[in-house]
């Protein structure tokens, strides 16, 4: 396997599963009560503030 290969699978490996995780906190916490902007900053702990 080549080396350059293996960050393009380790993308596609991970953003399912970040794509799922952020789903299922979405469910937990009340997806109707959730804005993306909000996910997004809870996610990557940005203050648009």
Avoid: R
Avoid at 12 to 19: N, T, V
Avoid at 27 to 38: H, T
Wanted: glycine share 2%; aromatic share 10%; charged share 10%.
């Amino acid at each position: 396997m080549q080396k350059t290969n293996a960050v393009p699978v380790t993308i596609l490996c991970i953003a399912p599963i970040l794509i799922l995780f952020t789903v299922i906190l979405s469910i937990l916490y009340g997806a109707k009560s959730i804005d993306a902007e909000i996910v997004w900053n809870a996610l990557f702990h940005f203050d648009s503030s």
